[in-house]
């Protein structure tokens, strides 16, 4: 069997963690594919041969040049420096590689290139958060998606920023090779295998950590224990607190009610058992305090749009 082509783009300010995390996720499908054998040849290549990347320091890589080999896959990590690539009279060389390519793939900011390149007119894709806006103003024919972590839309992959591009490069190899392989691959750069592509890149205890450090180990405590007894009264009484003084205090500081972020903190777990394990729904419900499947079923269409099961045969073991 042949192996697949991967070439990394690089380019003057990109992000070590975009290029380094995808492409260690293809080194070690070489390394651990079985029976031993090398799925992936792979390649860094960029417009200039000698690619600053930080002060004193710089990469080798291959220059993208007419007689460059053409890739399976061309992935193009992000970094501060991509609208220069973008505009460096030697784009078009680029250009021309993603005409060869079968599979495109951006990570982070990288998506400006491919979209400059005319490659993702009427796309569903996603970037890091802090370009949807850049994105969908300077490319309005292509469908920005918020929240995700990543994105398949027919041969084009995007992802979010940093070790997203990680979860991007395991399900990618997780589409050629295999769950198993891409398992073997997760487990020894010790991650997940892996973050369901549609897993916000805010999720609900994220959020949490990020705002009033008055309910910090509150919210440490409620996840800890969603199989638990999370009313009002339970919470009021964690905290010290009358349960009027509580709720007024919880909602001035988080913009939510009490029961709105238990129900967001059980359904985000819910929806991390379902990719991670195969318990049944009623083991689910019970596990995450929703009471029972029914209840599980209707508040989890409602959160999400689609059903545990649909969800689970998207994003779960297969």
Request: charge should be neutral; include cysteine; proline fraction near 6%.
């Amino acid at each position: 069997m042949l192996a697949k082509l991967i070439q990394f783009v690089t380019y003057p300010g990109v992000s070590l963690l975009d290029l380094g995390g995808p492409l260690d996720v293809f080194i070690a499908a070489n390394h651990y594919a079985t029976p031993p054998w090398q799925p992936y040849s792979l390649s860094i290549i960029a417009l200039q041969a000698d690619t600053p990347v930080l002060s004193g320091f710089s990469l080798k890589a291959e220059p993208l040049e007419a007689e460059t080999a053409p890739a399976h896959t061309l992935i193009v990590p992000g970094g501060p420096g991509i609208q220069a690539f973008c505009q460096d009279p030697g784009f078009s060389r680029f250009v021309e590689q993603t005409h060869t390519a079968q599979r495109l793939v951006s990570v982070c900011t990288g998506v400006f290139a491919l979209a400059a390149a005319g490659k993702l007119e009427g796309r569903n894709v996603t970037t890091h958060w802090s370009a949807y806006d850049e994105l969908e103003q300077r490319f309005p024919s292509v469908s920005v998606k918020r929240g995700p972590i990543f994105i398949n839309d027919g041969n084009v992959w995007t992802s979010a920023g940093v070790t997203s591009g990680i979860d991007l490069a395991l399900a990618i190899v997780e589409q050629d090779l295999g769950h198993a392989a891409a398992l073997e691959v997760a487990r020894h750069l010790v991650v997940f295998l892996k973050r369901p592509g549609d897993q916000d890149q805010f999720s609900p205890t994220l959020a949490l950590q990020a705002q009033s450090p008055q309910f910090s180990d509150l919210h440490a405590w409620m996840t800890a224990h969603l199989d638990k007894d999370l009313s009002v009264a339970a919470l009021a009484a964690y905290m010290n607190m009358s349960e009027r003084t509580f709720v007024r205090k919880y909602q001035a500081h988080t913009g939510h009610t009490p029961s709105k972020r238990v129900e967001a903190l059980r359904l985000e777990e819910v929806r991390r058992l379902l990719v991670t394990s195969s318990s049944p729904l009623k083991t689910l419900a019970h596990r995450c305090g929703l009471g029972n499947e029914s209840t599980l079923i209707r508040r989890f269409v409602k959160a999400f749009g689609i059903t545990p099961a649909e969800h689970r045969a998207r994003f779960g073991p297969r």
